[in-house]
């Protein structure tokens, strides 16, 4: 299915026997896995939705801002054209400085050539404070099949000065790497002017 950015969706499941899994106040602030947003449960627009019933049903009901744990699965097919300056490339980004703010992503092309069935990406903590390594981001990673590219995001971002290492793998169908690039980089904060 398509989606349309800055657009609610809801996610369900019908499960018949019952049994699920759910967190109680999970949803009481949102939740980021970029680009996509969870947001918070609020009396105007609940987040953490359910139905009982035999028959499937629209969820309508909410309580306590509960994540019942089931999401999308999310592939770009289109991502951002606009590749800004502070992207980094696969070639020479061992000493860029990466905006932490999870909004550009890290680029790697695969060749048409390989039939890729899996990526995963991996984020390392290489110097920084305690509280980078308890902030416990992590990395997203999409792979767009139309322009053969692996894109990579932080679920969030690190404090200024935090030296951290991102590794992509593609693979696949019988789970063989068919290629791998690891970036090592310094978050820091890009602050914009307010007119």
Do not use: C
């Amino acid at each position: 299915m398509v989606v349309t950015a800055d657009t609610a969706y809801v996610v369900s499941y019908h499960a018949p026997n019952g049994h699920y899994a759910v967190d109680g106040g999970y949803f009481a602030s949102a939740h980021q896995s970029y680009p996509l947003t969870g947001t918070a449960d609020t009396t105007a627009h609940h987040n953490g939705l359910y139905r009982y019933g035999a028959d499937s049903a629209f969820p309508t009901g909410s309580y306590g801002s509960a994540n019942y744990w089931v999401g999308p699965v999310f592939t770009a097919t289109n991502p951002s054209g606009s590749l800004a300056a502070e992207t980094a490339s696969e070639e020479g980004a061992s000493t860029v400085t990466y905006t932490a703010d999870a909004r550009h992503p890290l680029v790697m092309a695969v060749s048409d050539q390989l039939k890729v069935a899996d990526v995963d990406a991996r984020l390392t903590i290489l110097k920084g404070t305690k509280a980078a390594k308890k902030l416990h981001v992590t990395a997203v990673v999409s792979y767009n099949r139309a322009t053969h590219k692996v894109s990579v995001h932080l679920t969030g971002p690190l404090p200024d000065g935090t030296k951290f290492k991102v590794t992509v793998t593609a693979e696949d169908k019988h789970h063989a790497k068919v290629k791998s690039h690891s970036w090592t980089l310094t978050s820091k904060t890009v602050r914009t002017k307010k007119n």
